[in-house]
C-alpha cells in the first residue's frame, strides 16, 4: 500500500527533525509531508532540511487547516494511504508498520492512548472523556481515544469524509463521519508522551467540539 504521513506542524522547530529522522526508517521520505501551518520559528526550514515534502501556510489555520492541504497533496500525487501523526514527539513512528497492517481491510485505523503510559493532563482526561461519551450518544461509535491524532484511512475514505474542520475539532469530525456514514474502522493501542502540558485542545475548544458534534448529526 503506498502511504503518506502527514504532519502538521506549528512552532516545532525543536522536535521536527526528530521526527522526521524517526519516521524515514518505516516510510519513504518522498511520501513524507510536513505542513507548516504559519510556524514563525523556521520550522519550515528545519523540515527541508531533512529531506521531506513541505507544504507551507503563510498564517496559522489550525490543526484541520494544516491536515486538509497535506491530505489534498498526498492525494492528488496518488495516496492510496493516509497516515495523521503529530510533529511534537508524541506518536512513535514504529508505530506506523502496525497502523498499515491494520488498515487491511478496514476503511480507517484509530489509537487510543494506554492510560497506565500517558500522563494526561486533567483538563484533557476530562474534556476527551466527554466528547467521547458524545461521539458514542449521537453518532453510535465507540472509539477510546477520540482526540488522539495518529490515524490512518485509505484513500477511499478521504474520499467519503469530506474534511471540512480546520481547527482541533478536526479529530472528532474524522470520528463523528466515520459513524454517520458507517465506515469500517479497527483500534491499536500506542504509547504517547506528553512533551507540553499545555498544548492541543482548550475548554473552549471542547465547547466547539461538542457544538459541532450538534451539527455534524443533523447536516446532511
Not at 529531506?51 to 492525494?75: D, E, P
Not at 485509505?154 to 479529530?171: C, H
Request: aromatic share 10%; with cysteine; net charge positive.
Amino acid at each position: 500500500m503506498d502511504f503518506y504521513v502527514i504532519i502538521p506542524a506549528h512552532d516545532e522547530s525543536r522536535n521536527i527533525g526528530s521526527v522526521i529522522d524517526k519516521t524515514k526508517m518505516f516510510a519513504t521520505a518522498g511520501n513524507i509531508v510536513v505542513v507548516d501551518d504559519g510556524s514563525r520559528d523556521g520550522t519550515a526550514a528545519e523540515a527541508a532540511r531533512h529531506g521531506v515534502t513541505v507544504l507551507r501556510h503563510t498564517i496559522n489555520l489550525g490543526k484541520g487547516g494544516a491536515l486538509k492541504t497535506g491530505c489534498l497533496y498526498a492525494y492528488k500525487k496518488g495516496a492510496e494511504a493516509l497516515v495523521f501523526m503529530d510533529s511534537d514527539g508524541q506518536h512513535d513512528p514504529e508505530d506506523i508498520p502496525r497502523i498499515i497492517q491494520a488498515l487491511q481491510g478496514n476503511d480507517i485505523v484509530f489509537t487510543y492512548r494506554e492510560r497506565k503510559t500517558a500522563v494526561m493532563p486533567l483538563v484533557k482526561k476530562i474534556g476527551n472523556t466527554f466528547i467521547d461519551a458524545a461521539m458514542r450518544l449521537l453518532f453510535n461509535i465507540n472509539v477510546t481515544d477520540t482526540q488522539c491524532g495518529y490515524k490512518a484511512m485509505t484513500r477511499a475514505a478521504y474520499e467519503k469524509l469530506k474534511l471540512a474542520s480546520n481547527d482541533y475539532g478536526i479529530e472528532s469530525e474524522i470520528v463523528a463521519k466515520t459513524g454517520k456514514y458507517r465506515l469500517k474502522f479497527t483500534q491499536l493501542p500506542i504509547k504517547t508522551v506528553y512533551a507540553d502540558r499545555y498544548k492541543g485542545t482548550t475548554v473552549f475548544d471542547g465547547v466547539s467540539i461538542v457544538l459541532k458534534l450538534l451539527w455534524w448529526k443533523i447536516a446532511r
